[in-house]
């Protein structure tokens, strides 16, 4: 019986570790795109990062649920396209796609 003990405790631990929650963003855009991402209630930045036409990038792996700003700007020279653009996000187990518009950057969160 205490050799069965063991592993079955391990078996229970390993099952009853839930998935890993990280935040997908990509860029569908054609230009890149720069930007962080802070926690609302606090407002705390706890990622940057900086994404070329077609990259995506997972970040805050394992971060608990708690809402999130993402805010994005253009990596471009022309001052005219230089909007800074945000969204609030209520998972980190979220995915961000940004498309380019004529007022900034748009987001679709899923």
Known sequence: ???LFIPIL???VFLAAGKAEAL???NKCKYPVA???TIAE???S???FRLIPGQKKRLLKGFNKMQLIVRTIPDVYDVKMLEITSTE???PDSHIELKQSP???KFKVE
């Open 42 to 44: 606090s407002n705390v």
């Open 89 to 91: 996000v209520d998972n």
């Open 46 to 48: 706890v990622a940057q």
């Open 1 to 3: 019986m205490k050799r």
């Open 10 to 12: 391990l078996a229970l």
């Open 24 to 26: 997908t963003i990509q």
């Open 35 to 37: 930007g962080s991402v």
């Open 103 to 105: 007022k900034g950057i």
